[in-house]
């Protein structure tokens, strides 16, 4: 079955760090695969997404992500954090195969972001 | 602009009191989706629409049930809620041949 793995649940990070979160999928076709972040007491939305073409895609706000496909890996990462990018942030995957409209989401990781 | 809009955003219901949360959407999206998000936990899918094509999930307990009248709307009905059922209501819309999803700003259930 697919499934997609969050590695860290609660990250913290002091202003100005930089940001790494993992997130790993099992399928072994072809993927889109996307980074949805909710921001407190706000909906989910799109931070980026990964369809084809250049494996490194930009997001909003100065995120990025880069699809490696030899390690099912879609990254997500940022150079220098802010205290407002506090949130959860949720990977996720959709097998692109046939008509599947469905996506497989990560636990998510919380990201605590002190000033 | 508020393009996929869920009413109410605070819904307070009793123990086995029937209860409807209804999504709208602006985009003409073909495909709906209800989910249920609980604190610190990801969205679980609850069913879906392609059209009017409803597709539930295997694990969705009975006493969901969803309609969909039109394109733009939507409705989840919890026939009998009970106090395992308090969580965050998404819906999310997405256009034909493409899986992004856009998400409203969701529908917080309490259940006393």
């Known amino acids: 079955a697919q499934s997609v793995s969050q590695h860290n649940h609660h990250v913290i990070l002091s202003e100005a760090a930089s940001l790494e979160l993992g997130c790993n999928y099992s399928y072994g076709g072809t993927v889109n695969l996307f980074w949805y972040v909710q921001y407190p007491g706000q909906h989910l939305q799109l931070l980026l997404k990964?369809?084809?073409?250049d494996p490194l895609v930009k997001g909003i706000k100065g995120f990025e992500a880069e699809f490696i496909k030899s390690k099912f890996s879609f990254n997500l990462r940022k150079p220098s954090v802010q205290w407002s990018d506090t949130a959860e942030y949720f990977c996720a995957v959709n097998a692109r195969a046939g008509n599947n409209r469905k996506l497989i989401w990560g636990l998510g990781t919380s990201l605590a972001v002190n000033p | 602009d508020a393009m996929v809009i869920q009413n109410p955003r605070y819904q307070v219901t009793q123990f086995g009191k029937p209860v409807t949360l209804s999504c709208s959407q602006t985009l003409n999206h073909n495909v709906m989706y209800w989910y249920q998000q609980k604190s610190s936990q990801a969205p679980k899918l609850l069913f879906h629409?392609?059209?009017?094509?409803?597709?539930n999930e295997a694990d969705t307990p009975d006493n969901f049930q969803s309609r969909r009248p039109n394109t733009s709307f939507c409705f989840l009905d919890i026939r009998s809620p009970g106090l395992g059922d308090a969580a965050m209501y998404l819906c999310a819309t997405s256009p034909p041949g493409k899986n992004i999803q856009y998400f409203g700003a969701g529908t917080r259930l309490s259940v006393l």
């Open positions: 990964y369809f084809s073409g």
């Open positions: 629409y392609y059209d009017k094509d409803f597709n």
